[in-house]
């Protein structure tokens, strides 16, 4: 794997993202595909007389198609992502390979909402810093903060 092309400008992993999980998404496209088949739409409809719960069925289509707007089809550096990802801009204005090359990533506002749901951030930053954008990876913090591995 090309630890370079995989690892964000903010000091993720891609592969670790759940917008880069492809099975994730072709599970959820399959399954999108069988409830459509089956007329499900219809079902709920007539279900929810007896179940109120399948009343909130459009409300359930709607929350699928928020998850499926979240894949990323492409690593960051690659164009996937957001396409006006502030912190992809701050760090190609300044010729930098990612955050990591910043004397400011530690107190920077861009990367507040991040750290957030990515509480080893910082941990990443150092390491890549540390270890280079080639090798980092294999030594990476949790992801996501409710994430049990390290």
Known sequence: MDNKKLTSYCGLYCLDCIPSNKRLFDTLRAFEEQ??????????????????????????????????????????????????????????????????????????????????????LDYNLDLIKREGVCDWSKKRGKHYSWSKNL
Do not use: M, T
């Open 35 to 120: 409830l459509n088949r089956a007329g499900f739409e219809k079902y709920a409809q007539l279900k929810s007389g007896s179940n109120a719960v399948f009343k909130k069925y459009p409300q359930f289509k709607e929350v699928l198609g928020a998850i499926e707007n979240l894949e990323c089809k492409a690593p960051c550096r690659q164009g996937g992502g957001y396409a006006d990802c502030k912190i992809r801009l701050c760090a190609q204005s300044k010729s930098y390979e990612g955050c990591w090359e910043c004397s400011g990533y530690r107190n920077c506002d861009l990367l507040v909402p991040i750290k957030r749901v990515h509480p080893l």
